[in-house]
């Protein structure tokens, strides 16, 4: 599949996403994969032995497939592409010269910066449709830094290819639970068809 198609494809995946499951519920899945993300990078800084970090490595790839789908789908949700100063800068900024366990620890940080203005619009229903300015920069600039942390530990731990492995079986599974809801709301289920 052509690289325009797939995106074309997430793009319609997420609108249906939108419209089955609604904003508040899409931004608190948000906060709660990066919570999870979080959890992860603090887990690989405590393992001294291999079989632990392998482990926490496994554990670090699937959290990272979930934000990045999360953060894609907050990128579209609230029309993000034009922050992209702000993506630029963060990439620009990078983390040359700082240690595994920084990297780990910005990554974290930049999670729990994410978490907190998740649940400030999920939990404020006209803020989620009338998100200001200066809000929505904030997020922007946190979903932004959420998406540098992972590609630089991607490369650190050169995850890269099982990322995306676990990432298009997840947007599978997501398409499938989408059309799912679609029939329960229908009155039908998945198992008449």
């Known amino acids: 599949m052509c690289m325009a198609t797939r995106v074309s494809n997430q793009i319609e995946l997420f609108a249906d996403v939108l419209e089955s499951y609604g904003l508040q519920h899409q931004v608190r899945m948000c906060a709660e994969e990066a919570a999870e993300f979080i959890v992860e990078c603090l887990h690989l800084q405590r393992y001294d032995d291999e079989k632990s970090f392998k482990e926490a490595k496994v554990k670090l790839i699937e959290e990272v497939a979930d934000v990045?789908?999360?953060?894609?789908?907050?990128?579209?949700?609230?029309?993000?592409?034009?922050?992209?100063?702000?993506?630029?800068?963060?990439?620009?900024?990078?983390?040359?010269?700082?240690?595994?366990p920084s990297k780990l620890n910005t990554a974290a940080n930049y999670g729990s910066k994410l978490i907190s203005i998740c649940l400030f619009i999920a939990n404020n229903s006209e803020a989620s449709k009338n998100i200001d300015a200066d809000s929505l920069q904030l997020f922007a600039l946190n979903v932004y830094g959420v998406r540098t942390s992972i590609a630089e530990l991607?490369?650190?731990?050169?995850?890269?290819?099982?990322?995306?492995?676990?990432?298009k079986k997840k947007l599978i599974r997501l398409s499938v639970l989408v059309h799912n809801h679609r029939l329960r709301s229908l009155g039908l289920s998945s198992t008449a068809l």
């Open 154 to 167: 991607i490369k650190i731990f050169d995850i890269g290819e099982a990322v995306e492995h676990i990432k």
């Open 68 to 100: 990045q789908i999360c953060t894609e789908q907050m990128i579209q949700f609230f029309d993000l592409y034009r922050f992209s100063d702000i993506k630029h800068i963060m990439t620009i900024n990078g983390f040359d010269g700082a240690s595994t």
